[in-house]
């Protein structure tokens, strides 16, 4: 017997990828629903590349009573409203938005990284999927954590347009179109011009000057890996379809080189190192689209603290930075406690 399974924003780039991801992994699913809002009730999906449509069902009166799992990836404001009221109904729910991220009793889990944590979802019967930059950056880091210790973490990120959803798609397509062409790129999902340009802003302001994006980074980090590490992040949305990339410098408490480093990243789960000391020989956002790996490339010693590393990291941000790692925490859920299929 296999799962009853829901996918809330199944009509969004993040909800489709889910079903690919399912259909894909093959995940033992009896029955799938396609939920999202009002505006999309009765449109069809397609169930990976299965020829298999499934006709979307409004949230607002879809009953999760008799579902096993639901994967959300339709904003905080859904989740909110929608989250527990599925929990309630014995669905468990794996939520891709922000909103119950930091909930101390909401587990928010990467699997290669902390698996463990996955116990605890029985408080709230909901599990928390990581910010989309978060989660590449700690499957690089969780095997040197284990075995030099980071101390303090410096990461800038280069963030695709994906990450905005279809409008920040959109938007980039239209503008590089009209540049072209000699027509206006004014802005209207991005806050400048994001055709051509790069854009230190992600999310909203705080008062310390940090965006909003900045600061899950730092707590996503703490939570998931270490509230010890010092961590500190500027996020850059640039002119990329799909798939973020990340420039990120360690400090550790123990002595480690860089080709140890190479060596522990070669063997750990869920990362791929290409690191060749040559034109070409490492990965870019084009080369990583449709694949679940975590890429790390780059790594060198840092010569300005007593123990350092550099490293380049490169993921599709909405495969494992959202569907993908929502679809392996289903997959750990059902390994660890519900056992079906």
Known sequence: MGYRVVVVGATGNVGREMLHVLSEREFPVDEVAAVASARSTGSEVEYGETGRMLKVKNIEHFDFTGWDIALFSAGSA????????AAAAGCVVIDNSSY?????????????????????????MIIANPNCSTAQMVVALKPLHDAARIKRVVVSTYQSVSGAGKEGMDELFEQSRNIFVGDSAEPKKF???IAFNVIPHIDSFLDDGSTKEEWKMVVETKKILDPKIKVTATCVRVPVFVGHSESI??????????????NILREAPGVMLIDKREDGGYVTPVECVGDGATFVSRVREDPTVESGLSLWCVSDNLRKGAALNAVQIAELLGRRHLKKG
């Open 78 to 85: 859904v989740a909110r409203e929608h989250g527990p009221r």
């Open 100 to 124: 119950f991220r930091m909930d101390p009793d909401v587990p928010l889990v990467v699997p290669e990284v902390n698996p463990e944590a996955i116990d605890g979802y029985k408080a709230r």
């Open 191 to 193: 806050t400048k011009q």
């Open 249 to 262: 410098n360690l400090e550790f408490e123990d002595e480690i080189s860089a080709e140890e480093a190479q």
